[in-house]
């Protein structure tokens, strides 16, 4: 059974940071690109970041480019996602979601997906 447990969501003041972790069980992880997706309050799916199936290439959406940080641990079938400056806006229920070989920015093209983490930014 194909299993994406993401956790590390919580409630952090803005400016603050959390790690999020998504822990991949049921398949080849390393055979997958990685991505954190979002949806915030009454919006759509929003993609995050994305990590290649080796982890030596990553890319962000302009919003989070240069305060997230994606990453993933092969040997532990785990992806990770660094949040720093976190703010308001960033506020939503965070998805790690599995593509096999190639990565994409199209949420829609993902074959696996966890159950989400909420982040709350607030203060």
């Known amino acids: 059974e194909v299993q994406l447990v993401e956790s590390g969501g919580g409630l952090v003041q803005p400016g603050g940071s959390l790690r999020l972790s998504c822990a991949a069980s049921?398949?080849?992880?390393?055979?997958?690109?990685m991505s954190w997706v979002r949806q915030a309050p009454g919006k759509g799916l929003e993609w995050v970041s994305a990590?290649?199936?080796?982890?030596?290439?990553?890319s962000y959406a302009d919003s989070v480019k240069g305060r997230f940080t994606i990453s993933r641990d092969n040997d532990k079938n785990t992806a990770y996602l660094q949040m720093n400056r976190l703010k308001p806006e960033d506020t939503a229920i965070y998805y790690c979601?599995?593509?096999?070989?190639?990565?994409?920015?199209?949420?829609?093209?993902?074959?696996?997906w966890g159950q989400g983490t909420q982040v709350t930014v607030s203060s």
């Open positions: 990590i290649n199936s080796g982890g030596g290439s990553t």
């Open positions: 979601a599995a593509k096999y070989y190639r990565g994409s920015r199209d949420p829609g093209e993902y074959d696996y």
């Open positions: 049921g398949f080849t992880f390393s055979s997958y690109a």
